[in-house]
């Protein structure tokens, strides 16, 4: 049967979502019935047993539950500290800022692999339980140690949290703004006192207390950030399931001739993407930096919504901003002209913590396919059935396919160069 015939189904698609829709936070027994119907999706389309595997892994949950409160209450306790001092001493100011500088750093060191857990994960928070659910398809003319990867994921876990998706995210970048605004301040205090440069004082004061204020405000509404098992998940990510599956259904037919092509269903990606931090630590040694190309579908589609259309994460920070997988999106792009598939590319201002991460982390190319609106209803218990849009899933295989094609195509372009 040519590829071109094969045609992927938009109720196939919506039942994908349909059959996933129901909350599953990772380590309950709802993820563990998602799991088993992972398993059992995958064998429906024709999959063997010997070609799943169901990878057990154990995560503490320090990291997405208490840590965010920990920082919050740390940064509360430093403005007003740093306050307190900005009337009294500038040595002291500085000397106070040079500490929480050195502690901040440390805490960040050890979250770049908080699945090793530590001191603070092992003892300051609870062990959980949880599964991945993985195909892959081998190549046809290259061996599988030869082969590059290409890495098709989504997450099968949802969560709710006090705040939707949309809010967490403003309140995160209300504290990242208002910190810099504070930092700009207090170097210009600084200045102002060794006489390098000339300002009101009043300017200064105001500005810091402004400042203080929305950091505090801030921490205030983050502390009170918890998680919940009662999201339906079907945009966060029964949408992204769907595709994975529809997609193996297809390259199942059709194995790539260069690529070992993956298959994974995630779990544990909402208490810090730990489901794809431990299928990176376990297949490292078989992936070579340029060899290795992930796309991760997280939120697709918002069905009535205005900017209801696929998306993909371009580019994060603050200055300069940083391209986030250029070359994938080269392709993406050149097949979604030919195609005549609208895709977006959109910035973030402080990046995103989704399954990409563990393979940035690595330097390999990874990328994040998702829709910003769906956001509005993430993590809540509004994230239900009636906001999935099949057309735009649809739509979203048809330009991933090309893609997957285009690049088995340039393989030695890709891989050898």
């Keep these: 049967m040519e590829k071109n015939k094969i045609i992927f189904q938009k109720e196939r698609l919506?039942?994908?979502?349909?059959?996933?829709?129901?909350p599953r936070l990772a380590g309950t027994d709802n993820?563990?019935?998602a799991v088993k119907l992972a398993l059992e999706t995958f064998k429906e389309i024709g999959f063997s047993e010997s070609q799943i595997?169901?990878?057990?892994?154990?995560?503490?949950?320090?990291?997405?539950?208490?840590?965010?409160?920990?920082?919050?209450?740390?940064n509360l306790i430093f403005n007003l500290i740093l306050l307190l001092l900005f009337y009294i001493h500038v040595l002291l100011t500085i000397a106070v800022i040079a500490i929480m500088a050195i502690i901040v750093s440390l805490i960040f060191r050890g979250l770049r692999y908080p699945e090793k857990r530590g001191f603070w994960g092992e003892y300051f928070g609870n062990i959980y339980n949880a599964t991945n659910v993985i195909v892959r398809i081998?190549?046809?003319?290259?061996?599988?140690?030869?082969?590059?990867?290409?890495?098709?994921?989504?997450?099968?876990?949802?969560?709710?949290?006090?705040?939707?998706?949309?809010w967490r995210i403003n309140f995160y970048r209300l504290w990242l703004y208002s910190g810099l605004f504070q930092g700009l301040f207090y170097i210009i205090f600084i200045l102002n006192v060794f006489s390098i440069?000339?300002?009101?004082?009043?300017?200064?004061?105001?500005?810091?207390?402004?400042?203080?204020?929305?950091?505090?405000?801030?921490?205030?509404?983050?502390?009170?950030?918890?998680?919940?098992?009662?999201?339906?998940?079907?945009?966060?990510n029964a949408s992204g399931m769907a595709i994975v599956f529809e997609l193996s259904r297809f390259f199942r037919k059709n194995p790539l001739n260069n690529f070992n092509i993956w298959f994974c269903q995630f779990s544990a990606e909402e208490l810090g993407t730990m489901g794809s931090r431990f299928f990176v630590d376990e297949h490292e040694s078989e992936f070579v930096k340029g060899r290795i190309?992930?796309?991760?579908?997280?939120?697709?589609?918002?069905?009535?919504?205005?900017?209801?259309?696929?998306?993909?994460?371009?580019?994060?920070?603050?200055?300069?901003?940083?391209?986030?997988?250029?070359?994938?999106?080269?392709?993406?792009?050149?097949?979604?002209?030919?195609?005549?598939?609208?895709?977006?590319?959109?910035?973030?201002?402080?990046?995103?913590?989704?399954?990409?991460?563990?393979?940035?982390?690595?330097?390999?190319?990874?990328?994040?396919?998702?829709?910003?609106?769906?956001?509005?209803?993430?993590?809540?218990?509004?994230?239900?059935?009636?906001?999935?849009?099949?057309?735009?899933?649809?739509q979203t295989c048809k330009l991933f396919k090309k893609v997957i094609l285009m690049m088995d195509k340039d393989y030695y372009n890709l891989c050898d160069n």
């Design 14 to 22: 919506y039942n994908y979502v349909k059959k996933f829709c129901f």
């Design 31 to 33: 993820e563990k019935k």
């Design 53 to 74: 595997k169901k990878r057990e892994f154990e995560f503490s949950d320090f990291y997405s539950t208490s840590l965010i409160k920990f920082l919050m209450v740390l």
């Design 138 to 166: 081998p190549p046809k003319k290259l061996t599988e140690e030869q082969a590059g990867n290409i890495i098709i994921s989504a997450h099968l876990d949802s969560k709710s949290q006090t705040y939707k998706t949309f």
């Design 197 to 236: 440069i000339n300002i009101d004082s009043r300017f200064i004061v105001y500005g810091s207390w402004i400042s203080v204020i929305l950091i505090s405000l801030s921490n205030i509404l983050l502390m009170f950030l918890n998680t919940h098992n009662n999201s339906p998940g079907a945009l966060d």
């Design 293 to 394: 190309f992930q796309f991760n579908f997280d939120i697709i589609s918002c069905a009535n919504h205005r900017l209801n259309q696929i998306e993909y994460f371009k580019s994060y920070g603050i200055f300069p901003r940083k391209k986030i997988a250029p070359l994938l999106s080269k392709y993406i792009h050149l097949v979604a002209d030919k195609e005549n598939i609208k895709i977006n590319g959109f910035h973030l201002s402080t990046g995103a913590h989704t399954d990409s991460v563990p393979f940035h982390l690595r330097d390999y190319d990874a990328i994040d396919i998702t829709t910003r609106a769906g956001a509005l209803y993430t993590h809540s218990e509004d994230d239900s059935l009636d906001k999935i849009d099949p057309e735009i899933l649809l």
